[in-house]
């Protein structure tokens, strides 16, 4: 057990409307808000078109704002004043800065589980 370590990522820091907003590491509790947002935009952008931009809009706002919310240090009276690319391109960030961890740790996760598997072989 000692040669485990875990990561507690820092928050990164970005430029919003001349602010800097502080962008949080997405907590357990959370995780589920932020796969829906984060699904979404990803479907998004992987096709975006007109009309699929109006269906985010339309079924994805609150979920935006939500996750906004518990992932950056901006309060909600703020997040109801950001015009709506704003908001999307903030949740991008959101996405990046959290996809550092996904990246880092979903690798040695497989490479622990082989591990054991292999030892009880």
């Known amino acids: 057990m000692s040669d485990l370590s875990i990561l ?12 800097a907003v502080a ?5 357990l509790r959370h995780f589920e808000r932020y796969g829906k947002a ?17 269906r985010y809009a ?4 609150r979920e935006l704002r939500k996750i906004l919310l518990v992932a950056t240090s901006l309060k909600r009276w703020q997040l109801w004043f950001l015009p709506a690319t704003v908001s999307v391109q903030l949740l991008v960030q959101v996405v990046r800065v959290n ?10 996760m497989v490479r ?5 598997q292999s030892c009880n072989d």
């Not at 507690?8 to 001349?18: A, D, H, Q, S």
């Not at 984060?38 to 109006?54: H, P, R, T, Y």
């Not at 622990?112 to 054991?116: I, K, Q, T, Y």
């Open 23 to 27: 962008i949080h590491p997405v907590k």
């Open 38 to 54: 984060a699904g979404a935009l990803v479907e998004l952008f992987s096709s975006a078109s007109v009309q699929q931009i109006n």
């Open 8 to 19: 507690f990522p820092e928050p990164v820091t970005v430029e919003v409307n001349g602010r």
């Open 99 to 108: 996809s550092g961890f996904f990246g880092d740790a979903l690798p040695e």
């Open 112 to 116: 622990a589980l082989n591990g054991v």
């Open 58 to 61: 339309a079924t994805h706002s």
